[in-house]
């Protein structure tokens, strides 16, 4: 019994200890990424990568002050005319803008701060269970390799602390392929709601391969009900949370859909590529991992079986988001 109390305790300090390096990381990351944004953000949004940042900022600063600016329904994103993101989304970062407000007062830089360190030490826990995970069931070599990638990685540096619905989805997938690894199949099903209904209403591609094999290996009613509960109690606050800012009743997540995907919308007047975007986009953001990630899907039936399934079922989604999305007129870099 107290050779299991040790082992437990060393396992739990490698833990805490990689959670903490990873802070450190995170905290370097967060304070260059808010250099550039704060240099940018006064010269009329030079950066095209900066826009959709600062217009998810626009309605949270009205959330967080309570005050009107006068260009605030011209913004595409929470206009009510179009009604396509949740103020949920937003409430839930004035969990932390609120109180930097009081501290900081009229600083809203300072507060813009507060929220991307916040969400730079958000993506940090998640990376962490997911470096964790592989560590316990690949074994450390592995894990390694994921963290160096991960550090090394420009796509997750600027999405770590980016203010926006896709960022959180972000969160979601990494939180959601860790529990998996770890057989903890409820939670990750329902951390997959969250990212979908909070996040991005299109990041439920991402996340079916997690989600349909958390319901066959885990107990389903239990997984099951962990999922709908989660879904049912978001999809509710969401709605309330639109309906008291927007002042009437809409759904945000479907608003989105039929907007970009069933054509109740002309999401391709802002911008439209070829097929190969997202593969340019790819390599530009993850560089090699890209490849290995593509390279994966041939390896896998000459690799050891403690490699296959689960470990093809996590690194799946980047050939459905691959497929799905590149079929897409309108493309961004998500």
């Not at 309906?243 to 439209?272: A, D, I, M, Q, W």
């Amino acid at each position: 019994m107290p050779h299991h109390r040790t082992k437990c305790l060393i396992l739990y300090l490698n833990y805490l200890l990689l959670s903490v390096g990873l802070d450190f990381y995170f905290y370097i990351t967060s304070a260059c990424n808010i250099a550039i944004i704060a240099f940018r953000f006064d010269v009329s949004f030079i950066a095209s990568w900066n826009i959709p940042s600062a217009l998810v900022w626009k309605p949270g600063t009205l959330t967080i002050f309570g005050r009107t600016y006068f260009d605030f329904l011209h913004f595409f994103y929470c206009s009510s005319d179009f009604a396509l993101r949740s103020y949920l989304y937003l409430f839930i970062h004035a969990l932390v803008a609120g109180p930097a407000s009081l501290i900081f007062g009229e600083h809203k830089i300072r507060v813009f701060y507060s929220v991307r360190i916040f969400l730079g030490l958000i993506s940090t826990i998640t990376e962490t269970v997911l470096v964790v995970a592989l560590s316990r069931r690949y074994g450390k070599r592995l894990a390694c390799y994921v963290l160096a990638m991960l550090c090394l990685s420009s796509g997750c540096f600027f999405a770590s602390t980016s203010f926006l619905p896709s960022s959180f989805s972000m969160y979601a997938v990494t939180l959601s392929s860790g529990l998996f690894l770890l057989e903890k199949y409820a939670a990750a099903v329902s951390v997959a709601a969250a990212g979908v209904i909070l996040g991005w209403p299109f990041s439920i591609l991402v996340f079916l391969p997690v989600t349909v094999y958390s319901l066959i290996r885990g107990p389903f009613g239990r997984v099951f009900l962990s999922g709908f509960l989660t879904s049912v109690s978001l999809l509710v606050l969401s709605f309330l949370a639109d309906y008291h800012c927007y002042g009437r009743l809409t759904f945000s997540v479907f608003n989105l859909l039929k907007y970009n995907v069933l054509g109740g919308g002309e999401s391709h007047l802002y911008g439209t590529e070829g097929p190969s975007f997202y593969f340019r986009n790819g390599f530009n953001n993850f560089n090699f991992a890209f490849i290995l990630a593509l390279l994966f899907l041939g390896v896998v039936p000459f690799a050891r079986k403690k490699y296959a399934p689960d470990l093809l079922i996590v690194v799946s989604p980047v050939y459905i988001w691959l497929a799905f999305m590149s079929l897409q007129a309108h493309k961004e870099e998500r």
